[in-house]
T-cell receptor, first 114, second 114 residues
């Protein structure tokens, strides 16, 4: 049973518009969430994270929102650029302690057209 | 660069052969993780080291999988008597240590068992 779910396998947006990637989780013990970006034939690259004590974290064009009551988080990219085209993975910290395994969703492929 | 490196990048093995996959973490990083990523899936945890101690090996799929990190730096993941279902990308990640949630990934080793 998947503890981290990314229900949209793919998303297409136009350059300059907002991209919204969604993630749901089932384990209320998760206390830290991360987004990774992956290009073909490369490893995942850390993008942005959020602690469960916050509901928003912003870094440049990237903002992550956390809704603990709904067990839902989202990544907003504004404005989207063609170079953002990649697979985006949502991940959660598994046991409430740093230094332990991350649990990943299956990923969402974002395509940004110019 | 000073990122995580893995070798080989690609490995083709005949069913029944043993393979060894190497990971060089970021210098000074205490924590090291191995993940397995099947096609179309997110990375799945295999094992975790803190320095040379293997603290969690709950994700290793069978006793054919063995990992070590004898000096607390470089790690090797060994798969004995490879099977077709072992075909996947094997990712190594490191993090600075306890208190640090962000993990930094290498490019992965794509293993194909024929």
């Amino acid at each position: 049973d998947q503890q981290v779910k990314q229900n949209s396998p793919s998303l297409s947006v136009q350059e300059g518009r907002i991209s919204i990637l969604n993630c749901d989780y089932t384990n209320s013990m998760f206390d830290y969430f991360l987004w990774y970006k992956k290009y073909p034939a490369e490893g995942p690259t850390f993008l942005i994270s959020i602690s469960s004590i916050k509901d928003k974290n912003e870094d440049g064009r990237f903002t992550v929102f956390l809704n603990k009551s709904a067990k839902h988080l989202s990544l907003h990219i504004v404005p989207s650029q063609p170079g953002d085209s990649a697979v985006y993975f949502c991940a959660a910290s598994g046991s409430g302690e740093a230094g332990t395994a991350l649990i990943f969703g299956k990923g969402t492929t974002l395509s940004v057209s110019s | 660069g000073a990122g995580v490196s893995q070798s080989p990048r690609y490995k083709v093995a005949k069913r029944g052969q043993d393979v060894a996959l190497r990971c060089d973490p970021i210098s000074g990083h205490v924590s090291l993780f191995w993940y397995q990523q099947a096609l179309g899936q997110g990375p799945e945890f295999l094992t975790y080291f803190q320095n040379e101690a293997q603290l969690d090996k709950s994700g290793l799929p069978s006793d054919r999988f063995f990992a070590e990190r004898p000096e607390g730096s470089v790690s090797t993941l060994k798969i004995q008597r490879t099977q077709q279902e072992d075909s996947a990308v094997y990712l190594c990640a490191s993090s600075a240590g306890t208190g640090e949630y962000e993990q930094y990934f290498g490019p992965g080793t794509r293993l194909t068992v024929t």
